[in-house]
């Protein structure tokens, strides 16, 4: 039975690692998986069967460490990438080449040529045009379009490597929010049953939605995390977190079509929408990207992280620095170091409720007794708080009501317990099925003695559902005093 039984000191902000080719090699997953608390494919990169191995190495090793570490698939959306290279092109500053359609000959006579997969984008460029590549790291002006060619001069070199993203400036191509690749992808996900699907580009709260159904008729109830990364997502942000269950910051994106200068505004305001609705929110892109080459990170990667955790995200992600990078452990272990700190320097909460939700708490049970729960561990200096949750709605909603008090999330369901990993300050338990309150509160009673020393006059706050074990059912807590 995986456990996460860490003291009532345990870092609060979570951790995600991408999954990636240096991850791979000796005894590196393992070792990442002792700090890591999430895991994430990238369905962008890679083959199933890669894919596949990956994703049962993980679920290995997280019984043989007694972690419960949920798998989430970053589904790649309606993304631009360049094609396929031999090797990385050297986009010099000022030199002429050109974007081709694969399948046709590599045009002679220019700097450099790189496959562009996607008809589209043949249609609707226009010279005069600029294109930002790899996430903004280059950018080259369209001088002129042929069939299938498109000529291009280099404004801001660099060199650009296989599969990087590709964003024409002022293009507005109206596109399905879930391609075909996306759909085999969904498929697989299902099939092997990840713990959630990551959305990219998200617009409106109907892109979710589609998602939602396609995984339904698919037979899977993964929830989704909304990748927020457009201009339109911006405008309708709160629709999207109503049907979500999360949201991810995914700033790579957010820089290129908005400007990076407004990337740390926004993400303040992302993070404080999901925290008004009772979301996870996940920071992500470029957390600590030295080390994609470096043994540790710039002091100005540690306070990009200490601020996202100070803005109140729940967790911070690794992409290509655990992925492809030359120090994908000690990444993992240095994001684990400035998480604790930063941690150990957040300002205390007082459980406080958020205006937009006053009106929920005249209707809802669980949020009534979820944040009632949070204000009296936070008034009577409670050790714990034990949210028992059959789906993980009622931790998700004390997650991110509590104040200091550390919360553990007891549940029947392993998919459940892996799932709250991702829930800031929650360690997940997973408790065998009774049929009474009684026997519920003694296994976690013996736990609670056994792992985190709890002494006589110590206290824990409970809450659960009754009957038991009924989603969205909870409607009752108890104070229990040892």
């Known amino acids: 039975m995986p456990v996460q039984a860490m003291g009532d000191d345990v870092r609060k902000t979570k951790l995600v690692m991408t999954l990636g080719p240096a991850l791979m090699q000796g005894d590196r997953l393992r070792e990442s998986l002792r700090e890591a608390d999430a895991v994430r494919l990238n369905a962008s990169h890679g083959d199933l069967e890669t894919r596949l191995d990956a994703l049962q190495k993980v679920r290995t090793l997280a019984r043989e460490l007694g972690r419960s570490i949920p798998v989430f698939l970053d589904l790649q959306g309606p993304k631009w990438r360049v094609g396929l290279l031999d090797a990385p092109l050297d986009l010099a500053d000022g030199s002429e080449g050109c974007f081709y359609a694969p399948g046709n000959p590599v045009p002679g006579g220019f700097s450099w040529a790189a496959p562009l997969p996607h008809p589209e984008l043949f249609e609707g460029a ?25 000529k291009a001069v280099v ?7 296989a599969r990087k993203g590709v964003h024409p400036i002022g293009m507005d191509i109206n596109v399905d929010p879930l391609t075909e690749k996306d759909h085999a992808d969904i498929r697989w996900g299902v099939e092997h049953e990840v713990d959630l699907f990551a959305q990219s580009f998200v617009r409106r709260a109907s892109d979710v939605q589609q998602l939602q159904a396609i995984i339904q008729h698919l037979g899977g109830t993964q929830p989704i995390i909304a990748k927020i990364e457009h201009p339109t997502a911006l405008a309708h942000l709160g629709e999207i977190l109503d049907v979500s269950w999360g949201v991810m910051v995914a700033r790579g994106d957010l820089g290129v079509e908005l400007g990076v200068e407004r990337v ?23 957390m600590l990207e030295s080390m994609i ?5 710039t002091r100005a990667e540690a306070s990009d992280v200490a601020n996202a955790i100070w803005d109140g995200t729940d967790a911070v992600m690794l992409s290509a620095e655990s992925a492809t990078g030359a120090h994908p452990v000690e990444a993992i272990q240095w994001l684990a170091r400035i998480a604790e700190e930063a941690d150990a320097n957040v300002k ?4 406080t409720l958020p205006a937009e939700l006053a009106e929920k708490v005249l209707s809802r049970t669980d949020i009534s007794v979820a944040f009632a729960a949070c204000r009296t561990a936070d008034e009577i200096n409670a050790r714990w708080i034990v949210a028992f949750t059959e789906g993980g709605g009622t931790a998700r909603m004390v997650s991110r009501l509590a104040g200091h008090t550390p919360v553990l999330g007891a549940t029947v369901d392993e998919v459940t317990a892996r799932r709250m990993g991702l829930l800031r300050g929650v360690t997940s338990l997973l408790i065998p099925r009774v049929s009474s309150t009684d026997e519920m509160v003694a296994v976690v009673r013996e736990l609670l003695v056994a792992k985190h020393e709890l002494k006589s006059f110590d206290r824990v706050v409970m809450t659960m559902g009754l009957p038991l074990w009924k989603t969205g059912s909870t409607n009752t807590m108890k104070v229990m005093t040892f």
Do not use: N, S, Y
């Open 126 to 150: 226009e010279p005069g045009q600029h294109w930002l590549l790899d996430d903004g790291a280059i950018t080259v002006k369209i001088l002129a379009k042929e069939p299938e060619l498109l």
């Open 155 to 161: 404004v801001i070199g660099g060199p650009l490597k």
């Open 264 to 286: 740390p505004g926004l993400q303040k305001q992302i993070i404080k929408a999901a925290r008004r609705a009772l979301k996870p929110v996940i920071t992500a892109t470029q």
């Open 293 to 297: 080459e470096h043994a540790q990170p």
């Open 348 to 351: 205390q909460r007082t459980p």
